[in-house]
Every structure is written in structure tokens, then in C-alpha cells.
């Protein structure tokens, strides 16, 4: 019977080492994984960075790339687009602002008499 004692404590302390270690490897994929993505961050930063400096040289006048001519130029249109929606916007801000105001008008004059 001792043996058998013997051999469950083996098996238990086997299967604890195990799972310790299994953790252990978990948390060091995860903190690798971590890493990756950090880097990853960083890379996509410095491309973003690369493209607005190729962007200003394109602003400038300076001769770029035509590939990047291509998309500088479509960068040029949606920002030129953008313009156009945010008029738009404007616009209709401006007329319920002023219709807002009209409204506030008639109720001072009514409320008045």
C-alpha cells in the first residue's frame, strides 16, 4: 500500500511540474506575443510617419516617386472631398441655427404683447 502512496505522490508531483511549467510557457508566449504587437505598433508609427513626409514633399512640389504621385493625389481628392461635406455640415448647422434663432425671435415678440 505504501507503494502505491508512493507512486500517486511521484505522479502528482509530476503532473504539478507539468502545469507549472505549461503556465510558465503560456506567460512567456503571451509576453513574446505582447512584444510583437508592440513592435508592430511602433512599425506601423514610422510608416504613417514615412507617408505624411512623402505626402509634404508631394505638397512642395518636390519630386516624388510616381507611384507615390498616384496616391498622394488621391489622398489630395478625399481630403478635398472632406472639405466639401464638412461645408456641408456647416451649412446645415447654420440653418437650424438660424432657424433656431428665428423661432427664439417670434416667441420673444409674441410673448411680448
Known sequence: MAGFFD???KRLSETANDLGKKAEDTLEIQKRKS???FLGRANDRDYMDIGKIIFE??????VVDTDMVALC???DQ???EVTKIQ???DRINGV????TTEEEEVF????EE
Open 35 to 37: 512584444d510583437i504587437r
Open 87 to 89: 461645408a456641408e455640415i
Open 78 to 80: 478625399r481630403n478635398e
Open 57 to 62: 514633399k508631394y505638397r512642395n512640389g518636390e
Open 7 to 9: 507512486d500517486l505522490g
Open 73 to 75: 493625389e488621391a489622398i
Open 96 to 99: 437650424a441655427a438660424a432657424d
Open 108 to 111: 420673444e415678440e409674441t410673448s
